[in-house]
């Protein structure tokens, strides 16, 4: 059973320069939850998840972490309220080594994974900890880039297409890593492009076109809402 919110958007307005790209976004994610952002390409579902991280040059409206109003925060305030992002980009050390790419980011929060769970989670990793980041498959790059945010303690994790480009095999091991992270209690939003990956894993999904939520499903509403989920994401 899913918590409180954890999360909650309302009105979120944000632009690059004068590009108005988030047009009144409002959703919300409750602990212990999976839920994702579905939409075409260029929608804004990225864009939310770098403005919920004030990594976005001017927003507005309201962006609640545990009650907490973060809208006028700077970023590193908003990670130490136990959120981090996991990058479309990834943004793996390439002169770095696996090992210090995964010790780099710092504790914002106590609880985090020991380095040992981790590697559980991830056992290619544990094979490869001294190569450097530039010897990295890229679904090895994507396990060390969601690897490393485990250790800071944050328990909602914000997933940005964490399987585009993936062999499917890798889609398959980071689909299970992310049933196990459910069932230990973390909260994931995961922007996603590839439904049928998201819809095994997810409890709700929000539609976005054009920088709003224009539709919420729940899991259990998937047979029948499949309509609507074809008329929102046929391209």
């Known amino acids: 059973m899913a918590g409180p919110p954890i999360l909650e958007v309302d009105e979120l307005h944000a632009w690059y320069g004068e ?19 579905l939409g075409r390409n260029g929608a804004g579902k990225s864009t939310t998840i770098k403005a919920v991280m004030g990594v976005v040059p ?5 962006i609640r972490i545990r009650g907490v109003e973060t809208i006028a925060l700077p970023p590193h305030r ?19 080594s696996v090992l210090e790419n995964l010790l780099l980011p710092p504790v914002v929060a106590e609880g985090g994974l020991s380095r040992a769970a981790v590697l559980s989670l991830f056992p290619n990793l544990a094979e490869r900890l001294s190569s450097q980041g530039t010897k990295l498959s890229g679904g090895e790059q994507q396990m060390l880039a969601i690897a490393r945010i485990l250790r800071t303690g944050a328990r909602l994790l914000l997933l940005d297409e964490p399987t585009e480009g993936l062999a499917p095999v ?26 049928r990956f998201a819809a095994r894993l997810a409890d709700r999904h929000y539609i976005v076109e054009h920088g709003r939520v224009v539709d919420e499903i729940a899991a259990s509403d998937i047979g029948p809402g499949q309509d609507r989920l074809v008329a929102h994401l046929a391209v």
Do not use: D, Y
């Open 58 to 62: 001017k927003r507005s409206g309201s």
């Open 170 to 195: 890798i889609v398959q091991q980071i689909g299970r890593t992310i049933r196990k992270l459910k069932a230990e209690g973390f909260t994931i939003l995961l922007v996603e492009q590839n439904f």
């Open 19 to 37: 590009s108005h790209v988030l047009h009144g976004m409002r959703f919300h994610v409750r602990e212990g939850e999976v839920v994702t952002l």
């Open 78 to 96: 908003i990670a130490r309220l136990g959120i981090a992002w996991c990058p479309e980009e990834r943004g793996i050390f390439a002169s770095l």
